[in-house]
């Protein structure tokens, strides 16, 4: 019963304090990503209506880089905590072992290594394509947007040019209206004193009307021009069709990967494998590094935490530089790295249970 009760402590600890850190740095990864989509709606590069979507299809791919390092602070906040308060000590003089740290932690990482691994592997590619097919249409549909308040708008490779006074904050009213579209006859331009607009969701057409106005037709340079005053005349603006390509390699299905045989492709498969695999190695790792001494900081060893992640992290860099080259072969990819990591935990474990050169362990 006292292994039960602390084995729902310390994964209760540790998981609470887990969704606290990934909160505070996805929360920190999204800011700086919302300012930077925020820039580009500003220079008409991104629809501003599709903020609220790219932000969550981006946070989908922020958590693969988070879930590691998350569950590495998680795991030596909550255990930095228990040490400090003398928690682990009294655990220790009521008869649990040191080992009896590592389940609860150890069922934890492997639950978040196996959410980790979907989102390296499907969602996380799938979130970015989704991402990029919506930004390219968007700009695409952006740029058939003839009206900006003040400002001539020039479309169809300058065959069309559109001024308008004003325009509402949803798009649809227009103020004064200026139009001049070249057509096989000659030049047409169009004033209209208000006008509207509207735009099919599904197939990207805009339809505009405009209201009582004046349409000149002719050959700049001669005097035959056609002039019409109308009450309503409607345009329609149809965009030219859209294929969506995905050239990234980041964004590329991992059964793609699987199939191809550059060693590009391979270094990205090996590096999405990585990141379920580093859940489970700095799991390992953060148990020995939480241990503290008495009386200090219940945060005096987060910094070398953040330290092994860093180095970790950089070595996986670097291997995947080198599989890409070729230095490395794709079959061995990154498991060197991982190997290294997890000898370097299994020693750090080896020390904790009093384990030393020469002489036999201590029974944990």
């Not at 606290?20 to 500003?42: C, E, K, P, W």
């Not at 607009?197 to 339809?207: F, T």
């Not at 965009?239 to 964004?251: A, G, T, W």
Request: net charge positive; glycine share 8%; with cysteine.
């Amino acid at each position: 019963m006292r292994a039960g009760i602390l084995y729902r402590y310390l994964w209760r600890e540790t998981a609470l304090a887990w969704l606290a850190v990934t909160g505070a740095l996805l929360a920190i990864m999204m800011s700086t990503r919302l300012a930077s989509v925020l820039n580009f709606a500003a220079k008409g590069v991104v629809p501003k209506d599709l903020l609220l979507q790219l932000t969550g299809l981006q946070s989908l791919r922020y958590l693969v880089i988070l879930m590691p390092v998350s569950l590495l602070l998680a795991i030596m906040l909550a255990l930095g905590r228990m040490y400090s308060d003398n928690e682990v000590p009294a655990m220790l003089v009521c008869g649990q072992r040191l080992r009896a740290l590592y389940r609860p932690f150890v069922t934890l990482s492997v639950l978040l290594a196996l959410v980790t691994a979907a989102l390296a592997l499907v969602v996380g590619p799938w979130a970015g394509r989704e991402a990029d097919y919506l930004v390219k249409d968007g700009h695409r549909l952006l740029q058939l947007n003839p009206f900006e308040a003040s400002r001539f708008v020039t479309l169809y490779n300058g065959r069309a040019v559109f001024y308008t006074t004003s325009v509402d904050a949803q798009g649809a009213q227009l103020g004064a209206v200026f139009g001049q579209v070249r057509e096989p006859d000659g030049n047409a331009l169009i004033t209209a004193t208000r006008g509207d607009q509207r735009v099919d969701p599904a197939s990207g057409e805009r339809s505009i009307k405009l209201h009582d106005g004046w349409r000149y037709v002719g050959v700049p340079g001669r005097r035959s021009y056609n002039v019409v005053h109308f009450d309503t005349l409607t345009l329609r603006l149809s965009p030219p069709p859209f294929i969506y390509v995905n050239q990234q390699r980041q964004l590329a299905r991992t059964s793609e990967l699987l199939a191809s045989r550059d060693p590009a492709d391979r270094a990205e498969l090996a590096a999405r494998i990585a990141a379920p695999v580093s859940l489970l190695v700095l799991a390992l790792l953060a148990v020995p590094l939480s241990q503290i001494k008495p009386r200090r900081s219940r945060y005096s060893k987060v910094v070398l935490g953040v330290l092994a992640y860093i180095a970790y992290v950089n070595l996986i860099g670097i291997g995947q530089h080198w599989i890409a080259r070729g230095n490395v072969p794709a079959v061995l990819g990154l498991w060197w790295v991982h190997g290294v990591a997890l000898a370097a935990a299994l020693w750090l474990i080896m020390r904790q249970h009093g384990w030393r050169p020469g002489r036999a362990a201590r029974a944990p």
